[in-house]
């Protein structure tokens, strides 16, 4: 059984970046040919996919996120991370992260971690 954990703050200030990690139990994120994504829903608004990593390495971004987002990850350990730079009070979101076989479709996901940005 996969299992995803997100971790990070709780509270971002505007300006500053948004890190967050998913440790992955159960499985390797190098295994053929998973997508490790990460998803983010506003309150009040749909999920929103902001990106992901596959198995090899590669990254995938939402065009409109592109500029302020970098995903990258630790296979030693694990793990897989999310940058948001230049938050905004608009970033403000539960975050996610996921495993599927691809970019949009998700059999696990983390219980999610709530992320406010506020000075």
């Known amino acids: 059984q996969v299992q995803l954990q997100e971790s990070g703050p709780g509270l971002v200030k505007p300006s500053q970046t948004l890190s967050l990690t998913c440790t992955v139990s159960?499985?390797?994120?190098?295994?053929?040919?998973?997508?490790w994504s990460w998803i983010r829903q506003p309150p009040g608004k749909e999920l929103e996919c902001m990106g992901a990593?596959?198995?090899?390495?590669?990254?995938y971004y939402k065009p409109s996120l592109e500029s302020r987002t970098s995903i990258s990850r630790d296979t030693s350990k694990n793990q897989f991370t999310l940058q948001l730079s230049s938050v905004t009070p608009e970033d403000t979101a539960v975050y996610y992260c996921?495993?599927?076989?691809?970019?949009?479709?998700?059999?696990?996901w983390g219980q999610g971690t709530q992320v406010t940005v506020s000075s």
């Open positions: 996921a495993r599927g076989m691809s970019m949009n479709v998700y059999e696990y």
């Open positions: 159960g499985g390797s994120i190098t295994t053929n040919y998973y997508y």
């Open positions: 990593i596959n198995y090899s390495g590669r990254t």
